[in-house]
């Protein structure tokens, strides 16, 4: 059975960071791509970064390059999200989701909830 667990969300001022974890279970990070997705209130699913099995190839949202990172520990099987320089309108709920771009699955996690607010 698939299981992925986020954390590491909370409540910032604008130009703050958090760091994002998600915890695999029966699923091994080295072999597919993961993603970040997020969901802002009201509003609908929008894709934030991805990372390939290998870690070589990394994409981001445009409105977030720069200022967020993706990584993984293979060995720890836990995909992260280095989010730097935050803004308000990176509030939302970020969810972990195997897959890239607009193929990707959530596989029922909570997402962590993340609010950038002065």
């Known amino acids: 059975q698939v299981q992925l667990v986020e954390s590491g969300g909370g409540s910032v001022e604008p130009g703050g960071s958090l760091r994002l974890s998600c915890t695999a279970s029966?699923?091994?990070?080295?072999?597919?791509?993961m993603s970040w997705v997020r969901q802002p209130p009201g509003m609908g699913l929008e894709w934030v970064s991805a990372?390939?099995?290998?870690?070589?190839?990394?994409d981001y949202l445009s409105s977030v390059r720069g200022r967020f990172t993706i990584s993984k520990d293979d060995a720890k099987n836990i995909l992260y999200l280095q989010m730097d320089s935050l803004k308000s309108e990176d509030t939302a709920i970020y969810y972990c989701?195997?897959?890239?771009?607009?193929?990707?699955?959530?596989?029922g996690s909570q997402g962590t909830r993340v609010t950038v607010s002065s």
């Open positions: 989701a195997k897959g890239q771009y607009n193929d990707y699955e959530l596989l």
């Open positions: 029966g699923l091994e990070l080295s072999s597919t791509y």
């Open positions: 990372i390939s099995g290998s870690g070589v190839f990394i």
